[in-house]
């Protein structure tokens, strides 16, 4: 798993700050008020990143990649 994230690790760096700004957007959005789910979004919050950068570097960035090489 750790090599899987090693490997996406640009695109973790690319979309990091997005997701971030995002997710207080998401958090306004679900008006999350509760200190229980406010503790499980900041804990599901660096899962959901990670997953999806995983998705991107698997859908994305890849796939340029080999084409590019």
């Given at each position: 798993?750790?090599v899987?994230i ?9 979309l990091?700050t997005f997701?971030l700004?995002a997710?207080?957007?998401?958090r ?12 499980a979004f ?5 899962i ?9 570097y698997?859908?994305?960035e ?8």
């Amino acid at each position: 798993m750790l090599v899987a994230i090693g490997d996406a690790s640009y695109s973790l760096y690319l979309l990091h700050t997005f997701l971030l700004d995002a997710s207080g957007r998401w958090r306004f959005h679900l008006d999350i008020q509760s200190p229980r789910l406010l503790l499980a979004f900041l804990i599901a919050l660096p899962i959901v990143i990670v997953l999806l950068s995983l998705l991107w570097y698997r859908w994305v960035e890849r796939p340029l990649l080999k084409l590019l090489s």
